[in-house]
């Protein structure tokens, strides 16, 4: 593998493979030109989910065009941890930092949930997977996670994965502390399995979405410590909790050798 330095990132869905030439879409070929101001002879790095990461030289770039021809792999494409994030839709500011976080902590799918108490009624999902490739593109990781259509959460609990456990961070006594429940499940070997952390509106979660949750035999309530943190906070903290005690922040870093 080669890793030598590049100067951006871009995720594609073209397959990716020595010799290949690809085009860029009008936007994408904007950034390149206008934003970054690059030349033809530039080099930049690809990723598309499925092949690993790979050099390309910057060929040619006009006014909504650009080509790209695809030199050596940089790096393979590794299995990353199968983690949901389940989030009731916030404000835009808030939503569009919680992607973005959530993205870097490597979240491999992301479901707007409509709750009870839920106090947005539209999402606009196209821009919330814009934030989530910008995000990947910049963390160096080498998928995208998938923003899903939102949908009321009885019915995503209805039709939950019965394989999948379920982090739900609530606001309730029986709640245990996250770091208990996260080391419990790491001490009966649920590393390596599906999972989903669960964030509620600000208002809570109504008695009957509580029920529901109740029901399913992977689902863990757990308490996020004795402050009340924004919807966002909330997120991003029991995110990075998982990662520490079940993720791959685990496992020791990559050496860069380009560094």
Known sequence: MVRDKV??????????????????????????????????????????????????????????????AIGDQRRV????PDLWLVFAPIKRGRIDFLI????????????????RFTAMDRVNTDRLAANAREAAEQCERLSV?????????????????????????????????IADSLADARTAGLVEQPWAVLIGPEGGFADHEF??????????????????????????????????????WRHHPEVRSDL
């Open 77 to 80: 494409q590794v299995a990353e």
């Open 211 to 248: 029920a529901a949750l109740s029901r399913l035999p992977r689902a863990r309530f757990v308490g996020l410590g004795p402050r009340i943190l924004r919807a966002d906070t909330a997120g991003i903290a029991a995110l990075t909790c998982w990662q520490a005690w079940l993720g791959d």
């Open 100 to 115: 973005e976080k959530a993205t870097e902590l490597g979240c491999s799918e992301l479901h707007p949930a409509m709750t």
């Open 7 to 68: 100067a951006t990132r871009l995720y594609v869905e073209d397959d990716l493979a020595n010799g290949q030439i690809i085009g860029l879409d009008q936007g994408r070929a904007h950034f390149l030109r206008t934003v970054l101001r690059l030349k033809a002879g530039a080099r930049v790095a690809l990723f598309n989910g499925r092949h690993g990461e790979w050099s390309a030289v910057l060929e040619g770039l006009g006014k909504g065009w650009a080509s790209l």
């Open 145 to 177: 996670p998938q923003v899903r259509t939102p949908h009321d959460l009885d019915k995503l609990i209805a039709a939950w994965p019965a394989e999948r456990h379920l982090l739900v961070c609530a606001e309730r006594r029986d709640a245990a502390p």
